[in-house]
């Protein structure tokens, strides 16, 4: 055969390998049940309308008005897009306060939205950025029953299953009209009740 054939031949079968590949690799996703080559790895589950969760993680005060402690919660949220979901949030915390040792119990609810910064086809888990409005109160010794709190939060999620979520979540809650302090001699100024947490929660999605 001349070079000519031989070029000719090569050329040939280098135009066919491309589609023999894509043809054996959707062969190979029939009979393994794996996505195809030509189809997304991640799996878009449906974003829920409805979500209930609840979580466990730590909480701290800002300004060292008391130690590091467990911290839980519950949540309600609701789509109204595949962007913004309408939350409300229950956080409870229990911390040692710094300066008499006595246990400090924070209960806190707030309503807010946020915003997912990806989708679940965009990214293996769903970003997320959100503010609120709401309110927190501190029992036990030198408490304040009720400060104004703004959390703003970030964090991820993502579905597990059709109807199974987890995810993690930092908050920050500046309080207003907070007052800590003590009648104790000595005592310094007034402790600010401003908070963080750290949640991690597991729920359901519908």
Aim: charged share 15%.
């Amino acid at each position: 055969m001349k070079i000519r054939g031989l070029v000719a031949v090569a050329l040939a079968a280098a135009a066919m390998a491309p589609v023999a590949s894509a043809h054996a690799q959707q062969g190979t996703g029939r009979r393994t049940g794996l996505p195809n080559a030509d189809q997304p790895v991640i799996r878009s589950w449906p974003q829920p309308t409805l979500s209930v969760e609840g979580g466990a993680g730590i909480i701290g005060f800002v300004g060292g008005a008391a130690s590091l402690g467990p911290a839980w919660n519950v949540r309600v949220s609701g789509a109204i897009s595949d962007r913004f979901v309408l939350e409300g949030n229950y956080v409870g915390g229990l911390s040692e306060r710094a300066d008499t040792g006595d246990s400090l119990v924070m209960t806190a609810l707030d309503a807010g939205g946020r915003y997912n910064i990806l989708l679940p086809d965009q990214s293996p888990v769903v970003p997320f950025v959100g503010a609120g409005i709401g309110y927190a109160g501190f029992a036990g010794r030198y408490g304040d029953a009720a400060t104004l709190i703004v959390p703003v939060n970030g964090g991820v999620e993502r579905m597990l299953t059709q109807n199974i979520k987890v995810g993690a979540r930092f908050s920050f809650r500046p309080a207003f009209f907070d007052d800590l302090g003590t009648d104790l001699p000595g005592s310094r100024g007034e402790p600010g009740a401003d908070t963080w947490s750290l949640l991690a929660q597991v729920g359901g999605g519908f």
